[in-house]
């Protein structure tokens, strides 16, 4: 599968307070959260984007809280993948689990810039930068992770194996 | 190889030989968190999966601290649907308002965690746990529904930083100063996806209290969880709280560490994370002149017993600043009731601080003490993030309960040794 859409850009150390502020965690409606998605960051963040557009970030994307909420945001915003250098542990997991697409690539952190056009091909995890004319490899991601990406989370996975311990 | 403490427990629960860094591992989990905030989507999520009980009612717990007592309809709504399936699933560890308190603070008040444990939470906080010996982790809510319908869940078992702690402490320096100190030396992502294992002589001087400040804030430097070992104290602790059967996992002697760090105690000075970052800590001599508008004692930071005491024992026969507003929350009905006891919340009315019912309030900007544009408040709390405690605008000073309670009184940042009583 590819995806296409503009490139919004952050720096390091975006948090999941940034992400989604925790004055709206009295709802996890996905389209009322979408609403303040990147709201003390970017406030035209959520005027700007079009769906299927592209967040890229620097190391350790997400990091702080451990609300579902924020990659909810992103995915009901109609973000189509989320770029970072690195991800924090369980913004990394929750996006994997409720099946966000993220790549971690730190070549396309660092060259992407903002408003640049983006295509990704989750096929051969390869981003091409079309406004840069550019390509860069993202990491692939481990063989027990691609089965919950292919099942779309975790929550089909665990439906479709109801849990058989097949972990290596 | 060998392994480190935090390893063995993990090949244990996933009933493995051996396991090492960086391995996906299945394991069963003794106990499973959720709050206000992450069990409804918790529960969305259990019930796509189509099975009608939990895997274990006595394993899951569920603490309402966030936005509670509940602090408009939509948080209230939010509980509802938590007290129903606590209801229909019989989960036994719920803690209404009136017994509950702020989730990292009272599970091990209650004697839920105990060494040797695998747990799970739906919070970042958990690793709070690691205090007493036991792998704790903070995961999402889908992890959570994955968990208490199964029992189960996925780790990436972790490499280790080994933080070795030696000398005396001084007087007003806590466990907070002790962790501000290390992500100022680390960084914010000085131990993305690590344990931080801490060992060494110092630790005899570090309360339980302290150890639990420390480990909470393991996830400020991205750790997947924060390990002290288990001594004397931590066996003290958990024979006055719990019943549950323990184990003692040990870290090889030839276990490998990614990295190793001594810190010197006895050299430590109080330390303050200047906006917006925790990794931003600073020693407070280091500190120029910077007035301040609230100060916020309490969290699952420090809103323990010993913090209160700190408190007091500074605010005492004093008075706030005119014009700083003083939140102390104690973080469980337990703590309140025996900060009563002691007199200190006497001593803190008195000071003209006010004293709040068990919450996390002000810490998330949830309610209690939420901060205007422009406005700075020093906190106990463990994140000063942009917004964290309310407009994007205002700014947050993490420090310990004797620095914050020092500041209410001169109305800026204050070095607690200034104070004489
Ligand atoms: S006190 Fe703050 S950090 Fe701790 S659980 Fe509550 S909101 Fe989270």
Known sequence: MKVKGKAFKYSDNVDTDLIIPARYLNTSDPEELAGHCMEDIDPTFVKEHNPKDIIVAGKNFGCGSSREHAPIAIKAAGISCVIAWTFARIFYRNAINIGLPILE??????????????EVDFETNDIFDLTKNQKYSAQPFPEFIQKIIKAEGLINYIRESMVKTEIK | MGMTMTQKILAAGAGLESVKSGQLIQSDCDVMLGNDITTPIAIKEFEKIGRDHVFDKSKIVIVPDHFTPNKDIKSAEQCRMIREFVRTKGIKNYFEVGEMGIEHVLLPEKGLVVPGEIVIGADSHTCTYGALGAFSTGIGSTDLAAGMATGKCWFKVPGAIKFVIDGRPSNFIMGKDVILHIIGLIGVDGSVNKAMEFCGEGLAFLSMDDRFTIANMAVEAGAKNGIFPVDEKTLTYVEAHSTKKYRI???????????????????????????????????????EDINIHQVVIGSCTNGRMEDMRMAARILKRKRVA?????????????IYLKALEEGLIETFIKAGAVVSTPTCGPCLGGHMGVLAKGERAVSTTNRNFVGRMGHRESEIYLASPAVAAASAITGRITNPEEMTN
């Not at chain 2, 330390?271 to 917006?276: E, F, G, I, M, S």
């Open chain 2, 322 to 334: 005119k014009g700083v507003r003083v939140i102390i929350i104690p973080a469980t009905q337990g």
């Open chain 2, 249 to 287: 996992f040990e870290p090889d002697g030839d276990a490998e560490y990614d990295k190793h760090f001594r810190i010197d105690m006895s050299v430590l000075r109080p330390t303050v994370a200047l906006p917006h970052s925790p990794g931003n800590a600073q020693p407070i001599d280091a500190i």
């Open chain 1, 105 to 118: 690539c730190e070549e396309a952190s660092k060259k992407i810039e903002y408003g640049s056009v983006i």
